[in-house]
């Protein structure tokens, strides 16, 4: 990101060019559709894996025997503040910025490897594999 492009980012959220780092507010967002009843959360998680792998015909959304793991583990009931320093975005430019939010991921796999895990998260599982490879 050019140094010209992250200052328009920024500024105060109105005064910012268009567009909004939605990464870090995107699962709570998801989540309050289904505190209004708006859907469940099974219809929510088949909307957000399986729905958009079917549409685009890829292999993905499921989880299968000997297959690598894609999985994004959360927590639908956890608080917390989303702060520019909280944010896993590059981009700041959010109007949740500063918002009680809640929902957060805690484990994400990809292909098997762990590319987040949240330092509250604690659960068990076996390794019988080299470094960030997952199976249980």
Known sequence: VSQ???LAKMAPFAETEPGVSAYDSFLPLCLALV?????????LIER???GPARSFA????????????NICVFSPQQ?????ADAMRSKGKN???????LTGKVTLTLINGRILLLEARTFFHFRINH???????
């Open 58 to 69: 890829l292999p993905m959304g499921n989880l299968s025997a000997n297959e690598k793991a």
């Open 94 to 100: 959010s109007p949740y910025l500063n918002a009680s």
């Open 48 to 50: 957000l894996t399986i």
């Open 35 to 43: 505190e209004e009843g708006v859907l469940d959360l099974a219809h």
């Open 130 to 136: 080299p470094p960030h490879s997952f199976r249980s």
């Open 4 to 6: 010209s492009r992250y």
């Open 79 to 83: 608080k917390w503040q989303m702060n």
